[in-house]
């Protein structure tokens, strides 16, 4: 079964400081991975996804994440966080052959202080 | 663009009402998803459809029911509210081909069964 496994519940870090939040994926084929922010009362926003090709994905807002298939892992980094960034973010899972079907983990919260 | 727009915002129901949650998007995609998003549960996915006319559950549907006439609107349906249903609720949709797993949410609603 498809799973998604973020180990972190709760990351604080300085403004400035640089930013890994981990995710880990249960998947038997080929997986879509994504990245999706939330903000205080807000809907989801997508920073990036992965498909297949070059293992590390740019995104929106400086983001940037690396797929590793032999650790089964797909971290999102950002090398110098802002205020702005405190939000709660939600790694996910998908595959073509599961139509919309996605797995999210349980999110990670990100406190940023100054 | 309004993209996936749901109402209402913000809902409260007594213990065995029933409503409607709304979800409209107006970027002709094919796929409609909803989830509902409970404190350290990430999101669940509750029904999704793959066309109009087309559904199917997802994680977590009981309590639910859900249909699909157009493609542009699929609205859940709380037949007798518990209070085990008080959630977030998020829409989503997402289109065909490359972007089939690209996901686009709307601001959600907020629901609290009394």
């Known amino acids: 079964a498809q799973s998604v496994t973020q180990p972190d519940i709760h990351i604080t870090v300085s403004e400035g400081a640089s930013l890994e939040l981990r995710c880990n994926y249960s998947?038997?084929?080929?997986?879509?991975l994504f990245w999706y922010v939330q903000s205080p009362g807000q809907g989801l926003q997508l920073l990036l996804k992965?498909?297949?090709?070059?293992?590390l994905v740019q995104g929106i807002k400086g983001f940037e994440a690396e797929f590793k298939r032999s650790q089964s892992s797909f971290n999102l980094r950002k090398p110098s966080v802002h205020w702005s960034d405190a939000a709660e973010y939600f790694c996910?899972?998908?595959?073509?052959?599961?139509?919309?079907?996605?797995?999210f983990g349980t999110g990670t919260s990100l406190t940023v202080i100054p | 663009n309004a993209g996936v727009t749901q109402t209402p915002k913000f809902q409260v129901l007594k213990t065995g009402q029933s409503m409607t949650l709304q979800c409209a998007q107006d970027?002709?995609?094919?796929?409609m998803s909803w989830y509902r998003q409970d404190p350290g549960m990430g999101l669940r996915l509750i029904h999704y459809?793959?066309?109009?006319?087309?559904?199917d559950q997802g994680e977590v549907p009981n309590g639910y029911n859900v249909s699909r006439s157009t493609t542009e609107d699929f609205p859940l349906r709380l037949l007798s509210a518990a209070p085990s249903q008080t959630s977030v609720y998020f829409c989503?949709?997402?289109?065909?081909?490359?972007?089939?797993?690209?996901?686009?949410f709307g601001a959600g609603t907020r629901l609290s069964v009394l």
């Open positions: 989503a949709s997402s289109g065909q081909g490359a972007l089939q797993n690209i996901q686009y």
């Open positions: 998947y038997g084929a080929t997986p879509y």
């Open positions: 992965y498909f297949s090709g070059d293992t």
């Open positions: 996910a899972v998908g595959a073509q052959d599961t139509g919309n079907q996605f797995y």
């Open positions: 970027m002709n995609h094919e796929y």
């Open positions: 459809s793959v066309g109009a006319g087309i559904t």
